[in-house]
C-alpha cells in the first residue's frame, strides 16, 4: 500500500500552492499518494489542478497586507494574535487528519502548525532569513526556531551561485538538515510563435493584488501592443473580456498560463519567489512592480535589478515609458529546471 503524504501550502496568494504542483506529480510519480491540504483560494487551486485527490480545509490565517507598504510591518503586528490562534487550531486539525486520513508524512510549504513528532514531517521555505527592516535578527530568530520542530528544511533554489533567493535562501546556522531542491515550478518551456506582447500577471494578498489591477488596467486600456491580463482571481467560473488589445481573464489553468508565458515577449508582475522560480524555468524576460512594503519582495526585485537581470519599479513610480528599460537586462535565463525530486522522498 502506497504511503499518504499530507502537501500542505499556506494560502498567501498563490505562490505556495503552484509550487508544490510539481512535488504533487512527482510524489504520484514515486508511488505516493498526495493528500491536499490548504484554504481559501490555494486549497481552490490545487482542487482544479488534481480533482481526484482527497483534500482537507484547514484553518485559515486571514492575513491581508495593509493599503499602504509603509504600514505593512504595523498590520503584520496587529494581526499576530490571529496568527497564533489559527497556528494553533492548524496543529489541532494536523493531529486529527494523520489519524483520520492515515497520513505517514507531511510536506509543509510555509505553514507553521503543520508538523508531528510521530512521523516525518518536512518544512518547505526559501525564507531562511526573513527579512522586515530593523527586526530582521528577530523575524529570523522566530522563523527559524519554527524550522527546527521539523525533520527537514528543503529550499527551493540553488545551493550555489548563481541562485535565486541571495541571502534569503542560504544560512549557515540551521540547525536541522537543509536541502536545495533547485528551481521549483509547474512550468516546461517550449517554443512558441509569439501571441502577446506584454503578459499582465497578478497574484498576492489583498487590496494590494487589486489596487495593481485597477493601475496597471487604467495604464494599458489604450495602449496599442497586444496585451494578456491574467487577474490571478480564481473563482468558480473562468471569465474572459476583451478591449480593444486587452484580453482580460480572472484566471487561467496552469496548461493556459504555460501557454501564455511561453508565447508571450514580456512578463509584467510582482517579484514573489514562486513567479521568479517559474520565469526563471521558462527563461522569459520581465519587469517587475514588488507588493509595497513586503521586503522579500523588494529585496528579490533589487537584487535581480542589480544582477541585470531583471528591471523593477515601485508601484506608485510605475509609468510604461519604463517598460522600455527591459532590453538592456538579460532575463531569468542562467537557470534549469529541477528534473528529479525522488532522492529528498527518501525521508518517508
Given at each position: ?83 497564533v490562534k489559527a497556528i494553533k487550531a492548524e496543529k489541532k486539525a494536523t493531529k486529527q487528519i494523520i489519524t483520520d486520513y492515515h497520513i505517514d508524512g507531511i510536506i ?95 497574484s498576492g494578498p489583498e487590496p494590494q493584488r487589486t489596487l495593481l489591477e485597477d493601475k496597471l488596467l487604467q495604464a494599458f486600456k489604450n495602449d496599442s501592443r497586444t ?122
Amino acid at each position: 500500500m502506497s504511503k499518504r503524504i499530507l502537501v500542505a501550502p499556506l494560502n498567501w496568494g498563490l505562490g505556495h500552492a503552484t509550487r508544490c504542483i510539481p512535488i504533487i506529480n512527482q510524489l504520484i510519480t514515486n508511488g505516493f499518494t498526495p493528500v491536499i491540504a490548504s484554504d481559501g483560494v490555494a486549497l481552490s487551486l490545487l482542487n482544479k489542478e488534481f480533482p481526484d485527490l482527497e483534500s482537507i480545509a484547514l484553518p485559515g490565517y486571514n492575513i491581508t497586507y495593509a493599503k499602504k507598504g509603509q504600514h505593512f510591518k504595523l498590520k503584520l503586528l496587529k494581526d499576530s494574535p490571529k496568527l497564533v490562534k489559527a497556528i494553533k487550531a492548524e496543529k489541532k486539525a494536523t493531529k486529527q487528519i494523520i489519524t483520520d486520513y492515515h497520513i505517514d508524512g507531511i510536506i509543509s510549504d510555509n505553514r507553521l502548525g503543520v508538523h508531528s513528532k510521530k512521523i516525518p514531517s518536512v518544512f518547505i521555505t526559501h525564507q531562511l532569513q526573513v527579512l522586515s527592516g530593523s527586526t530582521t535578527w528577530l523575524s529570523t530568530k522566530m522563523h527559524q526556531r519554527i524550522i527546527k520542530k521539523f525533520n527537514e528544511c528543503w529550499v527551493p533554489d540553488f545551493k550555489e551561485e548563481p541562485s535565486l533567493s541571495g541571502k534569503l535562501g542560504h544560512v549557515t546556522d540551521l540547525e536541522i538538515p537543509t536541502k536545495y531542491m533547485g528551481a521549483l515550478s509547474r512550468f516546461s518551456p517550449s517554443s512558441l510563435e509569439k501571441k502577446y506582447d506584454i503578459l499582465v500577471l497578478l497574484s498576492g494578498p489583498e487590496p494590494q493584488r487589486t489596487l495593481l489591477e485597477d493601475k496597471l488596467l487604467q495604464a494599458f486600456k489604450n495602449d496599442s501592443r497586444t496585451i494578456l491580463f491574467v487577474k490571478g482571481v480564481i473563482e468558480a467560473e473562468q471569465q474572459v473580456t476583451q478591449h480593444n488589445n486587452l484580453t482580460i481573464y480572472n484566471f487561467m489553468t496552469g496548461k493556459e498560463l504555460q501557454t501564455a508565458i511561453n508565447s508571450s515577449d514580456l512578463v509584467l508582475s510582482r517579484s514573489g519567489y514562486t513567479t521568479v522560480m517559474d520565469l526563471s524555468v521558462l527563461q522569459k524576460k520581465a519587469f517587475f512592480i514588488p507588493t509595497p512594503g513586503q521586503f522579500e519582495q523588494e529585496y528579490l526585485a533589487k537584487r535581480l535589478h542589480d544582477l541585470k537581470l531583471v528591471p523593477y519599479c515601485k508601484q506608485d513610480d510605475f509609468n510604461l515609458g519604463l517598460l522600455e528599460n527591459v532590453a538592456a537586462y538579460k532575463g531569468l535565463s542562467n537557470f534549469k529546471n529541477t528534473t528529479d525530486l525522488s532522492p529528498l522522498f527518501h525521508l518517508f
